[in-house]
T-cell receptor, first 113, second 116 residues
């Protein structure tokens, strides 16, 4: 059984640019959540997608947006990058909606210069 | 609003000693509670979860946690520490399904160091 995968593993962008991060959910999972983990902090919830619809959003501005595809893979898009967006971005998939038993990918390390 | 407080950002124990990582939660509704572990440069791995069955929950790698409603606590323990337990540990809380707030809220983490 393949776990949650994320791409790319590392990314360096310049302030003001746009970035797209990708996540493939675990087989059989229809829910994907995205988290931002700043250095030395716990993960912060960005949003969750359940069957291609947004199912909850954390305290992040609209320049953070997402998509979920029919195969339940997902993208996180961030526009107008700021220095504070530098973080590890984690994707987690789950077999059901909500927070129950989420399985995390290895993350994408984004550095904004 | 939900929140989690992890007491002690760094904990050091000797190999073979008891591991105790503290977590207190605040939630207006009966919560789900989780412990995750993060090894360097990796994502999070679920250690164990409490979802209203037995209050003593056993997880992977010999860890267990006890839900104490009266103390609003969910401390993580392991009887005998191994060198491989060195990692960052996160406690997290969520509302139950259909209570509306179906997201994980994490604590700030506790870094566990094992002394040989």
């Amino acid at each position: 059984e393949t776990g949650v995968t994320q791409s790319p593993t590392h990314l360096i962008k310049t302030r003001g640019q746009q970035v797209t991060l990708r996540c493939s959910s675990q087989s059989g999972h229809n829910t994907v959540s995205w988290y931002q983990q700043a250095l030395g902090q716990g993960p912060q919830f960005i949003f969750q997608y359940y069957r291609e619809e947004e199912n909850g959003r954390g305290n992040f501005p609209p320049r953070f947006s997402g998509l979920q595809f029919p195969n339940y893979s997902s993208e996180l898009n961030v526009n107008a990058l700021e220095l504070d967006d530098s973080a590890l971005y984690l994707c987690a998939s789950s077999p059901k909606r909500g927070a129950y038993e989420q399985y995390f990918g290895p993350g994408t390390r984004l550095t904004v210069t | 609003a939900q929140s989690v407080t992890q007491l002690g950002s760094h904990v050091s124990v000797s190999e073979g000693a008891l591991v105790l990582l503290r977590c207190n939660y605040s939630s207006s509704v009966p919560p789900y509670l989780f412990w995750y572990v993060q090894y360097p440069n990796q994502g999070l791995q679920l250690l164990l979860k409490y979802t209203s069955a037995a209050t003593l929950v056993k997880g992977i790698n010999g860890f267990e946690a006890e839900f104490k409603k009266s103390e609003t606590s969910f401390h993580l323990t392991k009887p005998s520490a191994h060198m491989s337990d060195a990692a960052e540990y996160f406690c997290a809380v969520s509302d139950r399904p259909n209570f509306g707030n179906e997201k994980l809220t994490f604590g700030t983490g506790t870094r566990l160091t094992i002394i040989p």
